[in-house]
């Protein structure tokens, strides 16, 4: 063997090393120089008003952890709000059960939140209260 064909069988067998090597470093100091900012999350810089869901004809029921039935929704339309966890109803009819009460009623349209909690209505509003004697 020739001193060219040794020199050319050493250099063939570290030349995929050393352009790694190179590659590697070269790849480092452009991550190193480049200015980088986080993107924004997208759902907290939404609009309040930007819908990401809606319901046609639906019913929503919700239960306790012992069975019985806490909340019931009904409405002709409905539209869910991300930003604030909020669903604006129109033709909304409920009826909650919390310990020895019920309530029922309707109204045009209500915004409610995603517990079943609050409830804001509006337009020919009807809600009647019935209180049981007989509660534990």
């Given at each position: 063997?020739?001193?060219?064909?040794?020199?050319?069988?050493?250099?063939?067998?570290?030349?995929?090393?050393?352009?790694?090597?190179?590659?590697?470093?070269?790849?480092?100091?452009?991550?190193?120089?480049?200015?980088?900012?986080?993107?924004?999350?997208?759902?907290?810089?939404?609009?309040?008003?930007?819908?990401d869901?809606?319901?046609n004809?639906?019913?929503?029921?919700?239960y306790?952890y012992?069975?019985q039935?806490g909340?019931?929704?009904?409405?002709?339309q409905?539209?869910?709000?991300?930003?604030?966890?909020?669903?604006?109803?129109?033709?909304?009819?409920?009826?909650?059960?919390?310990?020895?009460?019920?309530?029922?009623?309707?109204?045009?349209?209500?915004i409610?939140?995603?517990?079943?909690?609050?409830?804001?209505?509006?337009?020919?509003?009807?809600?009647?209260l019935?209180?049981?004697?007989?509660?534990?």
């Open positions: 063997m020739t001193r060219f064909d040794r020199a050319f069988n050493y250099l063939t067998g570290i030349a995929p090393v050393l352009l790694m090597t190179g590659l590697a470093l070269l790849s480092f100091a452009l991550v190193k120089q480049t200015n980088y900012t986080a993107p924004t999350n997208p759902v907290n810089s939404r609009p309040n008003n930007d819908q869901y809606y319901l004809a639906f019913s929503l029921s919700k306790s012992s069975g039935l909340a019931y929704i009904k409405g002709k409905a539209q869910h709000f991300e930003q604030s966890q909020e669903l604006s109803v129109e033709n909304f009819q409920f009826f909650f059960v919390k310990d020895s009460e019920q309530s029922f009623g309707s109204s045009s349209t209500a409610v939140n995603d517990g079943a909690n609050t409830v804001a209505m509006s337009g020919k509003v009807k809600v009647r019935k209180v049981n004697s007989l509660a534990k």
